[in-house]
């Protein structure tokens, strides 16, 4: 299997990149070849000998962390972003990550990597740490600005998977992010998309999450719109910087708040796994991506995903 | 002037409003008087000899706090909350607070109390402390599930006029809760209202606000639609909750999220001031909650919102 990383995207790049491939080396991690995408020349530098499990593939351009992400992918056709996406399209890296400017990347998979057939539209989701231990995963938390019910249920399915393989919950309970505790409760599209929920027979649906629940560990997958979810996964990071500046982050719950601890997030829906990190990604996040990409990889995720969505189809 | 309590109305009620009333008369507070709203003998029986500034108004029905809204107000017209709402909207009262049924609250002020001339929905609010110090206020919390651009701009000035008055800051910055930096960002709702933000004159926007800079003070007032603004709202108490667990609620910072200490929130956009307490709302609570009220009324709050609705008609 190779991973493929863009080596020049986030705001410490290359430095933390390479720091992060060391990291995951240091580790006996047989079979796995990474493939570093970027400045060939400041990427050799940093080795005194390139391990084997490395090569690298040079490019000459990076998209910056502010640039408008579509003059980004039409005016640098070879940046170390644009090339990975399309070695993923062709079959020639097995996972691409990176931690570069996230519109682009979004905009980028749009063009390069297709969607699973049946699903809509792409989500990306976040891991949140439940109050009592292990993981939860919100989706969408801002690909889906404006969604519909139909993409509150797709997320839901492809939350499920993931939370069954990636985060190892054997029957991962769906919550519906809402306003109120009953059915009918909340906006229109929590309205329309609770029956759509209710009635799947993909998921397990347990009913409306509140806010007040969302840290609890009473769902293990959580949906909603891609507004809501952004404002919640800023509001989360917040809350642990906060924590941090305050000297409180190392409380056992309010450390796992750090993002770095599960490195980065994948855009679900698409046929190959991509991760997109942090722009802040330190090498402990670079880490963790990979991990988290060889994970997705191993368990079959993808596969997983597209049977599921063949299935709803002929059902 | 009188200010009406719904004594029977919150989890801990009546003893917890009695407790709250207490705490408020042991301050000297010349020239208000309570009108304690619920089962007379009870409320006699708490006091040793009844203090100058309280009367009571006898009432036989309690709404429950689970209680359907529409079915509550229909079948107890002699509720506590019921007969609080008519003798506000009748003028024999200056202001009404009740921690009871949330719901049957809005739904009961919507039957009996006039909107501002101009305004198009009431809206709620709350309070959320800023890292460096003071409070910015978010709205709308839940009555405006789903919501027009229009009822943004509304919103952003009841807010503003109320961060002036209540939270004593001089010309609030308002912000448009959103999920990116730039004009343009956003869903539908975000990319309509930013540029009627920018254009009015009665406010003083800043741009967006992403859920990074909830805490941090960037806005004073934050406009979003009810939806996302609830799922913030009880996501903050959550945060206040787990810290209170874990023992990090001394904390100077965290402990600020304690709702108590500013009581309730009130209606914004009616013409008389109703004040809407949490269900689990203690003593504390409760005389802040009188506190806001006589300030509310003090400073002369809904008369500036008039006025400010009457010139913005006319401009």
Same mark, same amino acid.
């Not at 057939?117 to 809509?120: A, D, K, L, M, R």
């Given at each position: 299997m190779v991973i493929g990383i863009? #080596? #020049? &995207? &986030?705001?410490?790049?290359p430095q933390q990149p390479l720091l992060g491939v060391d990291l995951f080396l240091a580790e006996a991690t047989p079979g796995i070849k990474l493939l570093l995408i970027g400045d060939e020349t400041i990427m050799r530098r940093h080795f005194v000998s390139v391990p084997a499990a490395v090569s690298f593939l040079h490019t000459t351009e990076v998209v910056d962390m502010q640039e408008s992400p579509t003059k980004a992918l039409r005016d640098k056709p070879n940046s170390s972003m644009n090339k990975g996406l399309q070695l993923l399209a062709e079959g020639k890296i097995d996972a691409f990550i990176s931690a570069g400017n996230t519109g682009a990347m979004m905009v980028g998979v749009f063009y390069t990597i297709r969607a699973i057939? &049946?699903?809509?539209r792409p989500t990306i989701s976040t891991v949140i740490p439940k109050v009592e231990g292990g993981y939860g995963l919100i989706l969408d938390v801002g690909m889906q600005a404006d969604c519909k019910p139909e993409n509150l249920l797709q997320n839901a399915i492809l939350g499920s998977i993931y939370a069954q393989n990636i985060l190892e919950i054997e029957n991962p309970a769906v919550g519906l992010i809402n306003i109120g505790e009953e059915e009918g409760k909340g906006n229109l599209l929590a309205q329309a998309a609770y029956p759509l929920l209710r009635e799947s027979k993909l998921i397990n649906f347990i009913g409306n999450i509140e806010g007040r629940e969302i840290l609890t560990g009473k769902a293990d997958v959580m949906v909603c719109d891609g507004f809501t979810g952004n404002v919640i996964l800023k509001l989360g990071e917040s809350i642990f910087d906060i924590s941090k500046s305050r000297n409180l982050d190392e409380d056992d719950y309010f450390k796992r708040f750090n993002f770095e601890t599960y490195g980065g997030t994948p855009i679900l829906g698409i046929d190959k796994p991509v991760i997109v990190g942090h722009g802040i990604s330190t090498s402990k996040a670079f880490v963790n991506m990979i991990h988290l990409a060889t994970k997705m990889i191993e368990t079959k995720l993808l596969e997983k995903m597209k049977e599921k969505f063949v299935s709803e189809e002929t059902e």
């Open positions: 863009d #080596m #020049m &995207g &986030g705001d410490y790049a057939e &049946g699903v809509q």
